[in-house]
């Protein structure tokens, strides 16, 4: 065991402090994008209140794969709220926004993901917010940014933001059509960066007192991830095509056909594309003037060579003999592996990146945790997502210091609520027992 395996022992975290402890986060938002700043700050300690409408609460309860709904829950709900306090509250009516302002006051951050001067309208804005609170890190983020042509009257979801970056362009085989990722990458990329933006303001405010606005675009956000893209355009005047699995600076870099299954094959430098031709043997070919350096396997003719030579050889190959070719001549080599292949994985469960816990609603569960590990004050998550509106009582009596007959007289006009029956995925499983995950 070396020094690594002791500080990041899974054994241990929660044993450790947490880095954000003291950072209290406010989030009016809904599906993944929003929700998912929160929640990456709430990983590592940071307490967050999420607030929905009474009664049917996020649009993300309602999504879930092949409508398939788990003790009463929407699967896709649970990725992005973990470790969240749930509050019911209908902000579009003065009290409810009212109290909304009151909850700012005591916070950190405010995380919003509505259409450009939704929150405004309501009174619960960012102009608004510092007015009695002008510390407080404000991030709006949505498809098209709070201003320009497209802020407006557009809505976007994940595969818009991945058409109008430029990203689906470059995806799928040419002469096909753009192939989407079929995974939320919009989503959880650009929460990464908007997570990164909270950061830093906090960090500002750390060291001037002063809180600020952050302004993020989903779409913009995906920009990021097309590398040489922009400045290859901008020398050559020439888009990024369609490649399909084939990587156009480093060669070779692809997904090739075995005998069973495909498999993942790369050698960036000269040394790894020389172990990749002793272990095809066919030491010759990195004599191979088309071949020799980096340089040349990037021409296009060559590396269309290559590659045909290198598809020709995988197909006489199991994956598990390329995986092994890989680690004894030192270049990248991996089969290409699935849900299943990473839940049962040791090495995953030992890293503690697939993550067991027991939530005191659902049970065992099993998860992707922080992927960020830190030896000193490691994230967590501590619990799942809730039914819509399980802990009003405990956030409205906990930081406004409400008493039950004002909550009771909140719940009857309908400024606070709970879950309803329909449509699913809102309220507790069949089998709770009234008090489990309820923080009193």
Not at 62 to 78: E, H, L, R
Not at 390 to 413: H, I, P, S
Request: some cysteine; glycine content about 10%; proline content about 5%.
């Amino acid at each position: 065991m070396n020094w690594t395996n002791k500080a990041f022992d899974a054994s241990k975290i929660f044993a450790k402090p947490e880095a954000l402890h003291g950072i209290r986060v406010l989030e009016l938002a809904t599906l993944i994008l929003g929700p998912a700043v929160p929640d990456n700050l709430g990983l590592l300690g940071a307490e967050v209140i999420k607030v929905e409408l009474p009664g049917a609460g996020d649009t993300m309860r309602s999504v879930t794969p092949y409508g398939t709904f788990w003790k009463n829950a929407s699967i896709g709900q649970f990725a992005q709220n973990h470790s969240k306090y749930h509050l019911a509250l209908d902000v579009r009516v003065s009290q409810g926004a009212e109290i909304f302002r009151r909850l700012a006051k005591k916070c950190d951050v405010v995380v919003e993901n509505l259409r450009a001067g939704t929150m405004d309208r309501w009174g619960i804005g960012y102009e608004q917010l510092r007015e009695i609170n002008p510390g407080i890190i404000y991030i709006a983020l949505n498809g098209f940014g709070q201003w320009g042509e497209y802020s407006v009257g557009r809505a976007s979801y994940d595969a818009v933001a991945q058409t109008v970056s430029g990203l689906l362009a470059t995806t799928g085989f040419p002469g096909r059509l753009p192939l989407k990722t079929g995974v939320f990458v919009g989503d959880y990329f650009g929460a990464l960066q908007g997570t990164i933006g909270v950061m830093a303001a906090l960090h500002h405010r750390d060291r001037t007192g002063h809180g600020q606005f952050i302004e993020f675009s989903q779409g913009e956000g995906l920009m990021r991830v097309l590398d040489w893209s922009w400045l290859y355009y901008y020398l050559e005047k020439y888009n990024r095509p369609q490649t399909g699995n084939r990587d156009l600076a480093i060669c070779p870099s692809d997904v090739f056909s075995c005998q069973d299954a495909p498999v993942a094959v790369a050698a960036a430098s000269n040394q790894e594309f020389q172990g990749l031709c002793t272990a095809m043997g066919k030491p010759e070919l990195a004599k191979d003037a088309r071949f020799s350096t980096i340089s040349a396997r990037l021409k296009d003719e060559n590396a269309v060579a290559l590659l045909a030579i290198i598809r020709d050889w995988a197909k006489t190959k199991t994956v598990a003999e390329v995986d092994a070719l890989g680690s004894k001549h030192g270049f990248a080599a991996s089969p290409i592996l699935d849900a299943k292949d990473l839940y049962e994985s040791p090495h995953m469960r030992a890293r503690a990146t697939v993550f067991e816990y027991e939530d005191p609603m659902y049970g065992k569960m099993v998860e992707t945790c922080c992927p960020a590990k830190l030896c000193k004050t490691p994230g967590r998550i501590k619990w799942a997502n809730k039914p819509v509106g399980l802990d009003n009582d405990f956030v409205l009596r906990k930081l406004l210091g409400l008493r039950t007959y004002q909550l009771k007289a909140l719940a009857e006009q309908k400024v606070i609520g709970k879950w309803v029956e329909n449509p699913p995925g809102r309220k507790p499983p069949a089998d709770w027992d009234g008090k489990a995950g309820v923080i009193m």
